[in-house]
């Protein structure tokens, strides 16, 4: 099957490249070889790989950026969307985008299921939840809402944002602040990566599918479980939410159910799990001696 990637270098365009590569033929776009916000640009490249998939895993994924450059956000992560779809559709291509928990208010208290009302409260919110209409507009698409994503990506040994953060905090004998009320469902890169290839492989009916680790916690239960898995003291500062400046809002009860997705046959390890085989994927000279 040729399967086109765009967003290829990112933590998960990389990870679905690699997942994909062993099995399909891939030809992985990564941002400077394709801007997804030029229509034209983005129908020639759809043109020239004749692709039977396009997963699309470019993104503007900067809350706070998308917040202060709102016309960027909503060309690349709602019209982007748009004309990858419709490229897709005209060649009677399989269409799969990654959306986010930001399409939620996070004034849930259960996990959001795919049926829940969305309701955006940051223009990064409302700018993917614009790629999610954008994508379900054509026949054969998939929706893949991710939060929380941490792992390695191809291109580095490390991964960066929160969760790296904070292992590197706990490595130096430091005290990472982290919520005590936020409550999230991680993502494994990897694992949404296996997940977007086994999608892609059975075909469930189209629609929108949460694809996130089993289960959810707070950000201090998950640094807790970071800290044991280290082997180090569980030095967290505990913060609040409504004690915490941000630019941009954020939901404050992020967890996703992924119920949907396993009746469709793809299962998603648990968080815990995850983090486990995360930990194992570290370069040992961030565990402490004994």
Not at 28 to 53: F, N, Q, Y
Not at 222 to 241: D, K, N, Q, S, Y
Request: aromatic share 8%.
């Amino acid at each position: 099957m040729r399967i086109l990637v765009t967003g290829a270098r990112g933590r998960l365009g990389s990870s679905v490249v690699e997942a994909c590569a062993g099995v399909h033929e891939v030809t992985a776009l990564a941002r400077a070889d394709l801007d997804i916000g030029d229509a034209a640009a983005v129908d020639a490249a759809v043109d020239r790989a004749s692709p039977e998939v396009v997963v699309n895993a470019a993104a503007m994924a900067g809350v706070d950026e998308a917040e202060s450059h709102p016309v960027d956000a909503l060309t690349i992560n709602a019209f982007g969307v748009q004309a990858l779809a419709r490229a897709a559709a005209r060649r009677g291509a399989l269409f799969v985008h990654y959306s986010t928990d930001f399409v939620f208010d996070g004034t849930a208290s259960s996990p959001y299921t795919e049926s829940d009302a969305t309701n955006p409260r940051s223009v990064y919110g409302l700018s993917k939840r614009l790629g999610e209409w954008f994508t379900t507009d054509v026949p054969r698409s998939y929706v893949l809402r991710v939060e929380t994503l941490f792992g390695p990506t191809a291109h580095a040994a490390r991964s960066k944002g929160s969760v790296a953060t904070i292992v590197d905090a706990l490595k130096a004998g430091e005290s990472p602040k982290v919520f005590v009320d936020r409550t999230i469902s991680p993502t494994y890169v990897p694992d949404a990566a296996a997940a977007t290839l086994q999608l892609i492989t059975r075909q469930p009916p189209p629609g929108i599918y949460h694809c996130v680790n089993t289960g959810c916690c707070t950000w201090f239960d998950f640094g807790a479980e970071l800290a044991r898995r280290l082997g180090v003291e569980p030095r967290l500062t505990p913060i609040h939410f409504a004690d915490t400046p941000l630019k941009a809002p954020r939901p404050q009860y992020c967890a996703l159910s992924n119920q949907k997705l396993k009746a469709a046959g793809i299962e998603m390890p648990t968080w815990q799990d995850a983090l486990g085989r995360y930990i194992a994927r570290l370069p040992v000279s961030l565990f402490p001696e004994a």
